[in-house]
Nanobody, 120 residues
């Protein structure tokens, strides 16, 4: 599976962005896809994932959603009410499973990342 993340950019605090993770190469619907983010000097952290169910980090619940379009082999991350400390490179990752895991080691495929900058 090849993953291509896009949609990042500069947004003011309180604003929104929709990130996209487009997949190619395999039957996409059988894969769990997750979004992670990594801020400068920090570890990569789980944001949201979709497999047999959806799962969100506590910090983004109620603000982010992770819709999926299997016909387009694309998973989105709709980010709302963004905060300056959410400035990071956002990565999408995939693994063939139903469960949504939050640790990076369980994912086999990664996109290249897209930068989200939230200004105050």
């Amino acid at each position: 599976v090849q993953l291509q993340a896009s949609g990042g950019g500069l947004v003011q605090a309180g604003g929104s962005l929709r990130l996209s993770c487009a997949a190619s190469g395999q039957t996409f619907s059988s894969y769990t896809v997750a979004w992670f983010r990594q801020a400068p000097g920090k570890e990569r952290e789980f944001v949201a994932g979709i497999g047999g169910y959806t799962r969100y980090a506590e910090s983004v619940k109620g603000r982010f959603t992770i819709p999926r379009d299997n016909a387009k082999s694309t998973v989105y991350l709709q980010t709302n009410s963004l905060k300056p400390d959410e400035t990071a490179v956002y990565y999408c990752a995939a693994r063939r499973s139903i469960a949504v895991y939050t640790n990076t080691e369980t994912y086999d495929y990664w996109g290249q990342g897209t930068l989200v900058t939230v200004s105050s």
